[in-house]
């Protein structure tokens, strides 16, 4: 009874740990990097890099049933000079599809500590 005992642990271990993970293409490594840097970057309070993420041509900012334009350097402004960095940032439940080869989608929340109290928005899609 033992005997066949462990040759069941063993083949359903083989069966769970044997199998293959699939390999990431290029750009999975690359989309990854990106917003492991991002969160990184958040962490450290680097402003000039957090703001040099962003679109030359501008950002929508989406939220609150409503949607704004805003310039690089507008943007790049609030960064350097007005935003709050977090004591603690996280991403939770982060996927990401690719959609053509200059498009993504990537949903996620993430999990963000303030001075004050910890925050835990959705990550609207976005391309």
């Known amino acids: 009874m033992k005997f066949r005992l462990v040759i069941a642990i063993l083949a359903m271990s083989i069966g769970v740990f044997g199998q293959a993970t699939p390999k990431m293409s290029a750009a999975e490594k690359e989309i990854r990097a990106f917003f492991d840097g991002y969160a990184e970057d958040l962490r450290q309070h680097r402003t000039e890099a957090i703001a ?49 080869k200059t498009a993504v989608v990537a949903m996620g929340k993430f999990e963000w500590q303030g001075e004050k109290r910890i925050r835990r928005p959705v990550l609207t899609p976005a391309c």
């Open 52 to 100: 040099d993420r962003y679109d030359r041509r501008g950002t929508y900012l989406l939220g609150n049933g409503g949607k704004e334009l805003v310039s690089f350097e507008d943007n790049k402004r609030y960064y350097t000079t007005k935003w709050k960095g977090p004591k603690s940032f996280v991403w939770k439940d982060f996927s990401f599809e690719i959609i053509s």
